[in-house]
């Protein structure tokens, strides 16, 4: 089973190697070496080789790896194995467009509940999820085992919903908040800060114009 | 000016650190010391002085970083001093929600022209942005002067419309959609691949379960 110690850098690539290995599965591929592997992905195969090993190697070299114990042993890795509930606390556009897709429900991932402040929303359905109002969030959040909250509110509200949720028990947090939240020891935060990424964008067109 | 081999993990940082210095400013303070930064930021002292002096360095040691100054440096390192135009390819739940995200108004990204290839959508408003059908988006690249495109459409759609765009004249993708775009030298891709994100916070959670 994976090392403690693993980089982020090396993790960072393990859900792309699932999705180049998931549409070579698709298409019926069996076994794939890692100069097939390098040339689909576009990384050296060294770097695939010393990626692997920090699970163990995965096949042999030569011979190749098959196609579909690695997408399973990558999937384990990354805990796709398992089901995950979500909840996901603010229904705007982009709460809407997460529970809408159902990529990640192929993937484990269910949404269960969703909640808004805005009372317009609460009641109407988001695929068969209806929009609660945020008074039962906690009642909800203990009675559902929930694993995962996503949290497309604004920043001021955030900190304060998250602190509710770890009080409730939840263990992980997918951060669309613009602010960095405080959580403690064995609560995990994954951070999509969208303007972050945009930026990251105008600085290679700023280097590539100079 | 910034050198060209900085380093993805100093410019990942940047955009936080402009984040805690619009936060200082707004609160009206002058002037940090990189270990108030530090501290605010939770990152080390040493971590900050390295980071900055890729850039020059931005101010002394001891006295400290005047505040307006740094943040007014980073945002011009980040291409943010100028304004930026763009369309969204996509106008469903996400292209809707980064179109309505004022912030990014805010930063100088400013959105022109929505685009889907649904029909029923054709004609509505996303804020004062009118959705247009895809025949309209290449002359409307050419005509607007579009610096990035954004892609919220399907994966197996999204290579092709960036062939075309890249026809077109657009330079930069923030490509939303599930798969590694091909572009030539020159053209700057940044991804959210959003269930790569979740992955990452799933395999967060199975380390810290073990």
Request: charge should be negative; proline fraction near 2%.
């Given at each position: 089973?994976?090392?403690?110690?693993?980089?982020?850098?090396?993790?960072?690539?393990?859900?792309?190697?699932?999705?180049?290995?998931?549409?070579?599965?698709?298409?019926?591929?069996?076994?794939?070496?890692?100069?097939?592997?390098?040339?689909?992905?576009?990384?050296?195969?060294?770097?695939?080789?010393?990626d692997?090993?920090?699970?163990?190697?995965?096949?042999?070299?030569?011979?190749?790896?098959?196609?579909?114990?690695?997408?399973?042993?990558?999937?384990?890795?990354?805990?796709?194995?398992?089901?995950?509930?979500?909840?996901?606390?603010?229904?705007?556009?982009?709460?809407?467009?997460?529970?809408?897709?159902?990529?990640?429900?192929?993937?484990?991932?269910?949404?269960?509940?969703?909640?808004?402040?805005?009372?317009?929303?609460?009641?109407?359905k988001?695929?068969?999820i209806?929009v609660r109002?945020?008074?039962?969030?906690?009642?909800f959040?203990?009675?559902?085992?929930?694993?995962?909250?996503?949290?497309?509110?604004?920043?001021?509200?955030?900190?304060?919903?998250?602190?509710?949720?770890?009080?409730?028990?939840?263990?992980?947090?997918?951060?669309?908040?613009?602010?960095?939240?405080?959580v403690?020891?064995?609560?995990q935060?994954?951070?999509?800060?969208?303007?972050d990424s945009?930026?990251?964008?105008?600085?290679?067109?700023?280097?590539?114009?100079?």
């Amino acid at each position: 089973m994976a090392e403690k110690e693993i980089s982020q850098a090396v993790i960072s690539r393990l859900p792309r190697y699932l999705r180049f290995l998931g549409e070579l599965k698709d298409q019926g591929i069996e076994r794939v070496s890692s100069q097939e592997l390098s040339d689909i992905m576009k990384v050296t195969a060294s770097q695939i080789r010393q990626d692997f090993n920090n699970f163990g190697g995965f096949g042999q070299q030569g011979y190749g790896y098959n196609v579909e114990f690695l997408y399973n042993e990558i999937g384990k890795i990354l805990g796709i194995d398992k089901q995950h509930k979500l909840i996901v606390v603010g229904a705007g556009h982009l709460g809407q467009a997460l529970v809408n897709y159902t990529n990640f429900t192929r993937r484990g991932f269910v949404f269960i509940g969703a909640f808004d402040k805005n009372e317009a929303l609460c009641g109407t359905k988001i695929r068969d999820i209806e929009v609660r109002p945020m008074n039962e969030l906690k009642d909800f959040v203990k009675k559902n085992d929930i694993d995962i909250a996503v949290l497309t509110i604004p920043k001021d509200q955030a900190v304060k919903v998250a602190g509710e949720l770890i009080e409730c028990g939840i263990k992980a947090f997918w951060n669309f908040a613009h602010v960095d939240l405080d959580v403690p020891k064995g609560v995990q935060v994954e951070n999509v800060h969208l303007s972050d990424s945009l930026m990251k964008l105008s600085y290679s067109m700023t280097q590539f114009d100079e």
